[in-house]
């Protein structure tokens, strides 16, 4: 075997069952293809931004930070062609699009639901006002928390985000420096504290990402929690699962703004410019994108990003799933919400998630809290 391809890739279970097709694709091409690296999103951006040069053919990334990975990504646009990208939605390829090129082939798209234990909760609440007077009712700790949320990183960001945006303020205006030291910014960040401060949420959720969440409400310790399609499967898995015959799924409340909104964006994968240069990479990315794979993914619970695929998966399914699929196709039609593509967004994304946090652990005030993330982003927006 005279090829090899080095390549580095988001892990964790709502990832991982894609990479057993990475032999057949060895047997097929007699490329060897090393797992050079894996991580966590976080941890991943962090490696790649780290390094003077990227020894990888092909990536894992996302289209909120490809923006910032410009300086190693190699465009696409005279690699794939029409034809390859004529089954995907058009939303997910002007997602991975940057200034009119494309970045990455689309895996997925990404929203998240509101679980919820259909067995304790008749109805899902109608607002989050709502939602916080359920979970102080279901509350029994330490067996069940009223709700879970990640308690660090990008998904505290999108926590927050989602929050604000749903009570009238504007993390990312025009000039992008957050609108949030108002009404609906104190709103937002006083209920994840509240949520903290009441016990409603397990107290080790400071150190939680997102698999930590899904682990949490699957073994039936959460009334409530907000989660990404990737699960599904999982959660319905009587082997794994406590609550396989009890999960209930809905949109997410509204705010006190009168709208429901769901941070949303795709996952994709990418070739460097070192990747753009060599076939078998190619071969690759359109090989992890295939719809097989995407067909395997979508039948773990992912949402497909290629129109047949989707028109295949609606088909098997069961009513259970047919539902939750129109459902997550509703919300990203009309009520996702998707931060705008610059290069230093993932500072930006760092600094909130640190300072939303120390507020929720009442190292900050509320005010506080929200004056000293306005004033660090626009720093980082203005270029210091």
Known sequence: MSKELQIALISGPAYDPLYACLPAFTEATDVKVSVAYSGDHPSLNRHLAALWEVP???????????????????????LVGAAELEDFVPLVLELASVAGSLYGVPRNIDVRLLHYRADLIPRPPA??????????????????YGFAFPGRESGLFGTFFELAEMAGAHLFPENLVPDIENEGGRWALQLLRTFYAEGLVPPELPCWHYDKVHECFRAGRAAMAGDWPGYYALYRDPAVSEVHDRLGLSPYPAGPAGKSLAYGGGHTFALTRRGAARPEALKLLLHLTAPEQQLLEARCGCVPVRRSVMRRVQAEADEQNRARLAMLEEVIAGHTLIPPKFARYPEVEEVLWRTVQRAILGELTVNDALAHMTGQIGRIVGGD
């Open 56 to 78: 990888y053919d092909l990536v894992s990334t996302h289209t909120k930070y490809a923006p910032s990975q410009l300086e190693f990504l190699a465009p696409l646009d005279c």
């Open 127 to 144: 607002t989050w006002d709502e939602l916080l007077e359920v979970a102080r009712r279901q509350n029994a700790p330490p067996d069940r």
